[in-house]
């Protein structure tokens, strides 16, 4: 009788980061130390929003963040959860989050040379539905004279040395790029306790006509914008639309199936809605680096 084939040969993502380690001749381990952090927040803000219906933790805080928005329970939870791992990690000397105020320098990490700029629970309204959400994270290398301040950390995208997001969905999908390297999918198994690789070397597929913008802000848009998303509805063969509302599950979809994923600047936000530094610089990594023409390193 035959019998599935077993998959022994798995590669988690700590065997993952330790393989590229090894490649590096020069590294001293503090990068891949930063990552384990990572990895321990993505799994227990994936572990609270998994039981969140469960445990009260729906709802609003009853505080609002640095742009405003009220702040729900999970927002402040995610947050401290990922601020936790960074600190204790100590390779990490100063953190933007979405949801602080101020950066945050970790002067207990004097000889620490990253900065991470994260939005620990992207899409955060859409949490009490059950729908995926995401946080995303971009890392910067500092010199090592930096001092920690957050000046240090208002680098162009093309500066970060990693970035991915993780996405909370019906498992938890981590999304990982270094610079000049390929983009990897990692999926949780829960069973395990381990991210484990499932999508190496994702390249987003240029066919698949998905566009993906809230048209709901239509009336605030400018011509050109008005253009641009008429034109893929009157394409002799037109793009569906799909918009979840979290750009972090938008953009997931969009790098396994193709598309374009747009939240254009309009009437009511003139800069655009999403922040350059922890949203759209990172996701800006991922999908340059996951363009068909780059090709495992
Ligand atoms: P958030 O960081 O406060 O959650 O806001 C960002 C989110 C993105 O995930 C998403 O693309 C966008 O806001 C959705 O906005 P809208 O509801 O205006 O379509
Ligand atoms: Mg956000």
């Given at each position: 009788m035959a019998t599935e084939k077993i998959n022994t040969e798995i590669v988690t993502l700590t065997r993952f980061l330790n393989e590229e380690q090894t490649k590096h001749k020069e590294a001293t381990g503090d990068f891949t130390l930063l990552c384990h952090a990572l990895q321990f927040s993505f799994k227990s803000i994936a572990y609270y929003i998994r039981r969140a219906s469960l445990i009260n933790l729906?709802?609003?805080?009853?505080s609002s963040n640095t742009t405003g928005d009220d702040q729900k329970k999970l927002d402040v939870i995610g947050n401290d959860l990922f601020i936790a791992a960074m600190r204790s990690?100590?390779?990490?000397k100063v953190l933007v989050s979405e949801e602080e105020e101020e950066a945050i320098v970790f002067?207990?990490?004097?000889n620490a040379r990253y900065a991470v700029a994260c939005?620990?629970?992207?899409?955060?309204?859409n949490l009490d539905a059950g729908v995926s959400v995401g946080t995303i994270f971009g890392i910067f290398k500092l010199p090592e004279d930096a001092k920690g301040t957050k000046e240090e950390l208002l680098k162009p995208g093309t500066e970060l040395v990693a970035a991915g997001f993780t996405m909370y969905g019906a498992s938890a999908q981590l999304v990982l790029t270094m610079r000049g390297g390929p983009v990897n999918g990692f999926t949780m198994d829960n069973a395990l306790g381990e991210f484990i690789l499932?999508?190496?070397?994702m390249q987003m597929p240029k066919k698949r006509a998905i566009y993906s913008c809230n048209e709901g802000n239509s009336k605030y848009w400018e011509e050109p914008v008005l253009e641009w998303c008429n034109s893929v509805k009157q394409a002799d063969k037109p793009y569906s639309l799909r918009y979840i509302g979290s750009m972090v599950a938008d953009a997931y979809r969009t790098l396994l199936y193709g598309g374009i994923f747009a939240y254009p600047a309009d009437k009511k936000s003139p800069k655009g809605?999403?922040?350059?530094?922890?949203?759209c610089a990172p996701m800006a990594m991922v999908f340059e680096n996951g363009e068909s023409t780059v090709r495992a390193c």
């Open positions: 729906g709802g609003l805080a009853g990690c100590g390779r990490v002067s207990d990490n004097p939005d620990p629970i992207d899409g955060s309204s499932t999508h190496p070397n809605k999403l922040r350059i530094l922890y949203e």
